[in-house]
């Protein structure tokens, strides 16, 4: 497949989205939305991927919304941004998170707007020392959206998540990572490689015990204890069928390398 907007590879099991607009920050335009509603198509069509890291080429990972892309000034109609987030964004972000499969999001440089809300809709980010966020939206007088106002304060509080989205402030990757709002901060000359090599890593691991892994965690932000508890049960019935448990304690008795097909 060819694209304009983004690049696209397989590898090793391993899926790469590769934004591809760094001359404009890699914000997001109508076509970019379009590539990417067909790669994860792709992805969900294709057993063979069994995880995707998702970065940017240039100086940034993500600028959030092209604003030029809107044309707002060739009308003297008020756009209808809602419409925008409910045609582009939101499918979006339930695109990813709603993913079976491990996903990794390299951020190679700044990450403003929806470009935060996208890094944050992954499993576990990674990101260049270098690099930093910033929570963009008050600046232009709109809301943060893309799941930002529900994801941000789960992982750093309400009082950080306020400030970060009143004031609009850079935040560091250093000090990104010290909040827990990601996973890790690397070197910048080592975040290609890591990141590749993580997501390498998951593409052999046990897929469908790591998807129930991911469903559970997700459920345990509604539900009470005992629900939870309930959950596990289940989740836990349901992984001790696959092929992979079966591997799994096969290889830890016998003392050698599991080998999971991902089933």
């Known amino acids: 497949m060819s694209f304009n907007t983004i690049e696209f590879a397989i590898d090793s099991g391993a899926a790469v989205i590769t934004?591809?607009?760094?001359?404009?920050?890699?914000?997001?335009?109508?076509?970019?939305?379009?590539?990417?509603?067909?790669?994860?198509k792709e992805i969900r069509g294709n057993s063979e991927i069994r995880s995707l890291l998702i970065t940017g080429k240039g100086r940034a990972f993500c600028a959030g919304q092209d604003l030029n892309d809107r044309s707002v000034a060739a009308s003297d109609e008020a756009p209808d941004l809602?419409?925008?987030?409910?045609?582009?964004?939101?499918?979006?972000?339930?695109s990813i998170t709603s993913?079976?499969?491990?996903?990794?999001?390299?951020?190679?440089?700044?990450?403003?707007?929806?470009?935060v809300s996208l890094?944050?809709?992954?499993?576990i980010v990674l990101a260049a020392r270098s690099s930093a966020f910033m929570m963009a939206f008050c600046k232009i007088g709109v809301?943060?959206?893309?799941?930002?106002?529900?994801?941000?304060?789960?992982?750093?509080?309400?009082?950080?998540?306020?400030?970060?989205?009143?004031?609009?402030?850079?935040?560091?990757?250093?000090?990104?990572?010290?909040?827990?709002?990601i996973w890790q901060c690397v070197d910048d000359d080592k975040l290609a490689?890591?990141?590749?090599?993580?997501?390498?890593?998951?593409?052999?691991?046990?897929?469908?015990?790591?998807?129930?892994?991911?469903?559970?965690?997700k459920a345990s932000t509604a539900n009470s204890l005992d629900e939870q508890l309930e959950l596990e049960k289940d989740?836990?019935?349901?992984?001790?069928?696959?092929?992979?448990?079966?591997?799994?304690?096969?290889?830890?008795?016998?003392?050698r390398p599991a080998q999971f097909i991902g089933k």
């Open 143 to 181: 809301i943060p959206d893309s799941g930002s106002t529900w994801i941000l304060p789960r992982l750093v509080g309400m009082a950080r998540a306020r400030a970060l989205s009143l004031l609009g402030d850079k935040l560091s990757a250093e000090k990104a990572e010290e909040w827990g709002l």
């Open 19 to 40: 934004l591809n607009r760094p001359d404009k920050f890699n914000s997001f335009n109508t076509e970019m939305h379009q590539e990417i509603r067909t790669v994860m």
């Open 235 to 255: 989740f836990m019935r349901i992984a001790g069928q696959t092929s992979d448990y079966r591997e799994g304690v096969a290889a830890f008795t016998e003392k």
């Open 99 to 115: 993913l079976d499969i491990p996903v990794i999001c390299a951020v190679n440089g700044i990450a403003a707007g929806a470009g």
């Open 82 to 94: 809602g419409d925008s987030v409910e045609q582009n964004y939101n499918p979006l972000i339930r």
């Open 193 to 217: 490689a890591e990141s590749l090599a993580m997501a390498k890593h998951l593409a052999t691991q046990p897929t469908k015990g790591l998807s129930l892994i991911k469903r559970a965690l």
């Open 119 to 123: 890094a944050l809709a992954c499993d």
